[in-house]
């Protein structure tokens, strides 16, 4: 008998820890950087979709000459033009088209992807 109340605390267990996993928040990496890059990827991959929901996204904006402008339904949130920093935002990606520029050559250092 005490053998199977200690399986079953470890099932429950196992399973308490599956759904935690399950529930964890998508991180996305953002990355403004020199010459004229920027970009939006989830691992290594650039992001062009998306189900909606809660992310977080790691900005890391290496350049006094860049920031990374990101809008979308119901949000608008920027770095500094002139500042180099890494900042994480937490963000509830809603349905629509989200876009990403640098605001001060935005007519070609920009990014878009659709959240579904």
Known sequence: MKRICTLGAVLVAVAALAGNAASATPKLTATVAD??????????????????????????????????????????????????ATTTWTVNLKKGKWTYVCDPHKSFMKGSFTVS
């Open 35 to 84: 010459p004229v890059v920027i970009t939006l990827k989830q691992g290594a991959a650039k992001v062009t979709k998306l189900k909606a929901g809660k992310y977080t996204i790691v900005v890391q904006d290496k350049s006094a000459a860049h920031n990374f402008h990101l809008t979308g339904p119901g949000f608008n949130k920027a770095t500094s033009v002139s500042g180099k």
